[in-house]
């Protein structure tokens, strides 16, 4: 089975970080985008982070532009999400995706994305 798992989550106070890792079972990362999702208690899900794993390239939705990186180590497997000066309002379950299709990544599809993962709650006290 095609797997992405999530881990890294937790409880930190404002101004804090944290770092996200997905890491990829059964298939190899460097042939796909992988997205980092999150959604708030009451909110749709929202992209926030993509990564295309073959060439570098990245998004941010302005939301956590400059405060949070994406980044890649593909011989491991893994894509990490730092996310740093973190505020209540990041309290979410944040979910990495990934998909063959960069475009669809940063456009946020979701629900059409080939392999998602099950989140990781983080949640950023006051």
């Known amino acids: 089975e095609v797997q992405l798992v999530e881990s890294g989550g937790g409880l930190v106070q404002a101004g804090g970080s944290l770092r996200l890792s997905c890491v990829a079972s059964?298939?190899?990362?460097?042939?796909?985008?992988i997205g980092w999702f999150r959604q708030a208690p009451g909110k749709e899900r929202e992209g926030i982070s993509c990564?295309?794993?073959?060439?570098?390239?990245?998004y941010y939705a302005d939301s956590v532009k400059g405060r949070f990186t994406i980044s890649s180590d593909n011989a491991k497997n893994t894509v990490y999400l730092q996310m740093n000066i973190l505020k209540p309002e990041d309290t979410a379950v944040y979910y990495c995706?990934?998909?063959?299709?960069?475009?669809?990544?940063?456009?946020?599809?979701?629900?059409?994305?080939?392999?998602r993962g099950q989140g990781t709650p983080v949640t950023v006290s006051s």
């Open positions: 059964t298939f190899t990362l460097d042939e796909y985008a």
């Open positions: 990564i295309s794993s073959s060439d570098g390239n990245t």
């Open positions: 995706a990934a998909d063959r299709n960069y475009r669809l990544v940063v456009a946020g599809g979701w629900e059409y994305l080939e392999v």
